[in-house]
């Protein structure tokens, strides 16, 4: 054979034997009757000198894993219009920070429309707590009291007293103490009751204003507040000007705490207007019922194809079961997160994927009932089946391109899923029909040079 002709289907061979692996599950015994023995792990690694290369499962969305998701919108009215787009990445950027802290694994934050996020947190059960992570603008400043001619702390008409942010003299100009000159904040045990407490430093600007604030503040409350909320009102003993302390939390709004402040503030005021909770055993049983849906869809189009086109339809069979198995291992690869209308896409795509062929064939259909052998109909038919694939799928790439947008636009990640996930089945299946049925087919050009008419199919 010509050098030419094994150059294309060792390419193929090899690039299929790499999805093939990429795809393998990860524990095969789970996808197994328990009659058929397997080891409990598949190949996981490949190493080639410094070069390594972890096998990780299929990224899931929330509906097929369970988690948390939140659209949140941030109040910009008040600030200039050509300031709101900046307002929005700091938003995203801080909240991108307290997550990863958080430790939530593979978190997905996007933005919707242009004041809101989407926000999907898997494998996060309480929604309150992610709330109370997320939601505040974890500003936090310094107060002291009001004080009349006496010396007394004034109160209101509902007896609190009355709290004026504590201030001092930086470079010339009087500043309010704020958390923007913290450095670090940690959760340290107290010395006296072990319960914990938020230790903070500042940064030398902070210092400084600090150190003037309880100097004229000993003996007297200093109140802590975040987000215009007392949180710990110490009294001070001595002069400080580098750290502090918070009490009086628990372990959980201590962590909480930890995390925004050394994360920041966020710019502008938010608020959650949508949340939503997914149970992880819905999301399993979707997934096996997903997994039969495709397996019982795959074999009934093989078979058909099979039928009705024979010989052909068995090579585009085995060119389906290669374009089934390199679009799994491209969800992997991305890694495209795969939600249950994105599993519908993909399914819906298998289908599609034979529509190219289906085209092909009928036309060399009748390039064989006209007399043709079957080599030249081959070519015949994948050239003037070409203009109707390109058009179809070009048509169908740009639909899926405004239901993207749209998605995008209204926060509607399973429409979203649904788009990317039909679309890279379209372009998979593009190259399965003009790449791997040809090629499959043309080297059956040389064990069948006649027109055995029944064998493909034309009678």
């Given at each position: 054979?010509?050098?030419?002709r ?33 080891p ?50 700091g938003?995203?950027q ?21 004041n ?30 009001e004080?009349d ?23 010339g ?51 802590i507040?975040?987000?215009?909320e ?11 000007r ?27 005021p ?7 909770t997914?149970d ?39 060119a ?12 992997k ?13 993909f ?19 009748e ?93």
């Open positions: 054979m010509p050098r030419k094994i150059v294309l289907p060792s390419f193929i061979v090899v690039l299929v034997s790499f999805a093939l692996w990429v795809v393998w599950p990860q524990n095969p015994s789970t996808y197994l009757p328990s009659f058929i023995p397997w409990e792990r598949g190949w996981i690694e490949l190493n080639v000198g410094d070069f390594s290369f972890v096998r990780k499962g299929m990224s899931l969305g929330l509906d097929l894993q369970g988690g948390v998701n939140l659209i949140i919108e941030a109040d910009v009215t008040q600030r200039p219009p050509g300031e709101r787009s900046e307002a929005m990445k938003v995203q801080i909240i991108e920070r307290r997550i990863n802290a958080f430790g939530v694994s593979e978190p997905v934050i996007q933005s919707v429309g242009g809101r996020l989407s926000i999907q947190l898997p494998g996060v059960t309480d929604v309150e707590d992610a709330k109370s992570l997320i939601g505040r603008t974890a500003k936090l400043d310094f107060r002291e009291q004080l001619a006496t010396g007394v702390a004034k109160r209101d008409e509902n007896g609190q007293v009355i709290w004026k942010p504590s201030t001092g003299i930086l470079n100009e009087q500043r309010e103490i704020t958390g923007s000159y913290l450095q670090n904040a940690a959760i340290v045990p107290s010395p006296q009751t072990n319960l914990p407490e938020v230790s903070f430093q500042f940064n030398s600007d902070g210092a400084e204003l600090f150190g003037q604030a309880t100097t004229r503040l000993v003996g007297r409350p200093l109140g507040f975040l987000d215009n007392l949180i710990s009102a110490p009294s001070v003993r001595a002069v400080i580098t750290s502090g302390v918070i009490t009086g939390l628990t372990q959980q709004e201590a962590t909480n705490l930890t995390i925004q402040l050394n994360a920041g503030a966020l710019p502008v938010i608020s959650i207007v949508k949340e939503q997914v992880a055993t819905l999301g399993q049983d979707s997934i096996r019922k997903s997994i039969l849906a495709g397996e019982i869809g795959l074999g009934v189009v093989l078979l058909f194809m099979v039928f009705y086109y024979r010989l052909t339809g068995l090579m585009a069979g085995l389906l079961l290669m374009y089934t198995t390199l679009l799994l291992a491209t969800f690869i991305i890694p495209v997160t795969l939600t249950l209308a994105g599993i519908a896409a399914i819906l795509s298998i289908g599609m994927a034979v529509d190219a062929n289906i085209l092909i064939f009928e036309r060399m259909k390039e064989l009932r006209l007399g043709r052998t079957f080599g030249a109909a081959i070519e015949a038919g994948f050239g003037r089946a070409w203009p109707s694939i390109r058009d179809s799928n070009v048509s169908t790439l740009i639909t899926c391109a405004i239901l993207f947008w749209f998605g995008r636009q209204f926060g509607a990640s399973l429409v979203m899923g649904f788009a990317l996930t039909l679309a890279i089945g379209v372009m998979m299946s593009m190259f399965s029909a003009i790449t791997i049925t040809r090629t499959l087919l043309r080297i059956l050009v040389g064990r069948f040079r006649g027109r055995n008419n029944w064998l493909f199919g034309a009678i």
